[in-house]
């Protein structure tokens, strides 16, 4: 079961940090700009991911698939609000450069 995880983890674009003494990594990172890191440690049934300080633990790829993509859309979103600013400001900028 834990081969199943590892190659979900690696499919979802997570990196495996290896042991110290050359064994099966068990802890899986990935790096996002707004959220930052990403830990998901192999347990015996399932995964445990670590968010933020917020540690949940899933046994079910379903529920662990809804959990990655709502950790994505919630960062779009917070991205979306930004550039919405940053593109108000630039288009301003031009529209106050117009000659009348």
Request: proline letters at 3%; charged letters at 25%.
């Amino acid at each position: 079961m834990c081969s199943m995880y590892r190659k979900y983890l690696l499919k979802r674009d997570f990196w495996a940090v290896p042991k110290k003494n050359g064994e099966e990594p068990n802890c899986y990172v990935k790096h996002d700009v707004n959220i930052g890191g990403i830990y998901a440690y192999l347990k015996h049934r399932g995964v445990k991911i670590t968010v933020q300080g917020e540690t949940r633990y899933f046994n079910n790829f379903t529920d662990l698939d809804q959990f990655l993509d709502q950790l994505k859309l919630s960062t779009r979103a917070e991205n979306s609000e930004f550039m919405a600013i940053i593109n108000r400001r630039t288009t301003t900028k031009y529209l106050r450069q117009i000659p009348l």
